[in-house]
């Protein structure tokens, strides 16, 4: 971007970030836009980090901040924890990786099918996309039928069938109540788009009547109970349970992508909520750090994959159940005892807490949302619900808040999630709250400038 272009927080990063700047300078002649990962880019270039240890990190210029963040709610007990340490440290001597099972894919299996009432057997993947696929795949499958449906602004990963209305264009995208699927992106098939049924999010009797349409073709739904990537927006009450009563009824399968929301509980939302799917799709904190992910659920529908059995599901895949992510899945699992979980969604509450009463206090229109751990910072005087709600927020004032934080040594998500981990104490939430009233301090009039042109 042209120097004269530039925001006071953009030049301010500029200038504080040399390092970063040259690696990004490097990496865009070998990378399309100088990136290997769209979520981690920004404008005017993205932040290269050289380490970290519980919840710091350090960039490449060597400064220290507050990451609040943990891989995009990955790490929930921070940087190099050393039980995850020491057990990738101790697999990598015996080997990374090998042609056979080994006995640490069926220890991380039994404490997944220990934690979650509702997988009775599990399968590992690489990443939550691969996850989000086969629990497709498998509905598919098991019912005979061939579409998906999934809540519009819901995050499933980037496979052709994930990438339909998470941000549709709101133009086009039809009445809240009765979204039209749209591609996300190019390259995905016109039949991916036709084979999609998108539902509202928090509008129990508008999905209700959707499926109920598709009664005959429709295989499953997806739906993650904490919209993510779409907001950080809890299910609310009436919700899933509408979700789960339809597709018992009309013989569709429910699967809960709880690749985020896993963090939540140590039985994931689904424990929190008392509703039960009969697929979940896991991620994130299950791979403590490395890249880990699972689908699983009702042993009758999982048995699909079964080798032994005739036209079985396949799942291939040269580093599924890969030894150094199970042990260290394991070992950051072990960790997450129930007061562990307690203790993250009371500092989650009085961090929630906290950022409403700073906003409220200098004028600004803003929407705390989240649950337990996890919180989304949205710059709107709509109450935030599902993805139109969410659309409602400011872009330009979150860009501000995001680099605002970098520049005073805080790392959230540009989108404006936070994720709390488990070294991130009172004295930590403090800071990110002083560093937030700063922020709101040098930008306040122009913030409300912007909400008052906008009616906000
Ligand atoms: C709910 C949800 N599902 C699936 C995915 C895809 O996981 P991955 O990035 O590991 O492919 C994500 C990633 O953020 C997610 O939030």
């Known amino acids: 971007m042209a120097a004269e272009g530039r925001t006071a927080e953009e ?3 500029v200038a504080t970030t040399p390092g970063s700047c040259e690696l990004h300078r490097r990496a865009a002649a070998v990378m399309p836009g100088g990136t290997t990962r769209t979520t981690v880019h920004f404008q005017p270039y993205p932040l290269y980090l050289e380490r970290g240890l519980g919840c710091r990190v350090w960039d490449v210029d060597g400064t220290e901040r507050l990451d609040m963040l943990g891989n995009y709610t990955a790490l929930i007990l921070g940087h190099a924890h050393p039980a995850v340490v020491a057990a990738v440290t101790a697999q990598v001597e015996r080997g990374t990786s090998f042609a056979a099972a080994t006995a640490a894919e069926v220890e ?3 404490e997944l099918v220990g934690r979650v009432r509702s997988v009775e057997r599990v399968r590992f993947t690489n990443s939550g996309t691969e996850a989000t696929m086969y629990a497709m795949r498998l509905a598919r499958t098991f019912t005979g039928r061939p579409r998906l449906a999934r809540v519009e602004g819901g995050y499933h990963g980037t496979h052709d069938l994930a990438q339909v209305s998470t941000h549709p264009d709101l133009a086009t995208a039809g009445p809240a109540a009765r979204p039209v699927a749209e591609a996300d992106s190019p390259g995905i098939p016109r039949w991916v788009v036709h084979d999609t049924v998108v539902v509202p999010f928090n509008d129990p009797e508008g999905a209700v009547r959707i499926l109920r349409e598709h009664a005959h073709d429709v295989a499953g739904v997806i739906v993650e109970p904490v919209l993510g990537v779409g907001g950080t927006i809890p299910a609310e009450p009436g919700f899933l349970e509408a979700l789960r009563a339809v597709t018992a009824e009309l ?32 991620g994130k904190i299950i791979g403590g750090g490395l890249p880990v992910a699972a689908f699983g659920g009702r042993a009758e529908v999982m048995s699909c994959l079964d080798p032994e059995r005739e036209r079985s599901l396949p799942q291939g895949g040269t580093f599924n159940g890969h030894p150094l992510g199970m042990r260290a ?4 699992l072990r960790e997450l005892t129930p007061s562990v979980f307690r203790e993250l969604g009371e500092r989650g509450e009085w961090l929630r807490g906290r950022l409403r009463e700073t906003f409220a206090g200098r004028g600004i229109a803003a929407q705390i949302t989240g649950l337990a751990s ?4 949205h710059f709107t005087a709509v109450r935030v619900r599902d993805h139109r709600t969410m659309r409602a927020a400011s872009e330009p004032m979150k860009r501000d808040l995001f680099l605002g934080l970098l520049n005073r040594g ?4 540009p989108r404006g999630m936070l994720a709390i981990s488990t070294p991130v104490g009172y004295g930590e939430l403090s800071g990110v709250v002083a560093a937030v009233e700063d922020v709101v301090v040098e930008h306040a009039a122009a913030w409300r400038r912007l909400q008052s042109a906008q009616g906000a």
Do not use: C, H, K
């Open 251 to 282: 013989g569709m399968l429910l699967i809960f992508d709880e690749v985020i929301s896993f963090r939540v509980d140590r039985g994931g939302a689904q424990a929190l909520y008392g509703v039960e799917p009969d697929l979940t799709t896991l």
């Open 329 to 332: 899945g394991l070992a950051q």
């Open 410 to 413: 805080v790392l959230i998500a």
């Open 108 to 110: 991380l299996a039994e």
């Open 11 to 13: 030049a301010r990063y």
């Open 374 to 377: 996890l919180l989304n910072i």
